[in-house]
């Protein structure tokens, strides 16, 4: 299973790539960073977006997409740039066929470190240490990524379990 890891942002979105063979413990295939200079159109901005993600699509083949939902700030633009670069990394996704699935910030920590309050130094170090990397994945947008990604490892097989005996097929 290649699963990409996703962390939506109009400036940074942080973005990796981990496999999972059977019981061996996830690998990190792939990671980067797509930033979108602020002086640049919003619609410029998500158009960037959107051909990244399609590219990285296309050249890592991904069997599934897990996303972190949108945090609620108190900075209604920031939370709209969000949403708007989350919409178009969403479209790339699906316009591959891509599952997807969203977990909010909470369940991504508590998930990956064991408290939803989990800073991001923490999470940085629980990342480096569950995909045996020699240094704490930089910046923290890229470990975002790899942490939705490690999420979704651990709770799809139970959501495709529970799908399948409610009678659906996808989680």
Not at 58 to 65: I, N, Q, V
Not at 82 to 111: E, F, Q
Not at 120 to 129: A, N
């Amino acid at each position: 299973m290649r699963i990409l890891g996703i962390d939506p942002g109009l400036d940074r979105t942080g973005w990796a790539v981990l496999d999972k063979d059977g019981t061996a413990p996830p690998v990190l295939a792939a990671a980067g960073l797509v930033h979108t200079p602020k002086n640049t159109l919003l619609e410029r901005r998500l158009v960037a977006i959107y051909d990244a993600f399609a590219s990285l699509i296309g050249e890592h083949r991904p069997s599934e997409a897990a996303i972190e939902e949108v945090f609620f700030s108190k900075r209604a633009d920031t939370q709209a740039n969000t949403t708007h670069a989350r919409g178009v990394i969403l479209l790339a996704c699906a316009k591959a066929g891509l599952p997807i699935s969203a977990y909010n910030p909470k369940t991504i920590k508590k998930t990956v470190s064991g408290s939803g309050t989990a800073e991001k130094r923490q999470m940085q170090r629980v990342v480096q240490i569950t995909l045996n990397l020699p240094s704490a994945p930089e910046p923290d947008d890229v470990a975002d990524a790899m942490a939705a990604a490690l999420c979704h490892l651990r709770l799809a097989p139970f959501a495709r379990t529970l799908a399948a005996a409610r009678g659906g097929s996808r989680c």
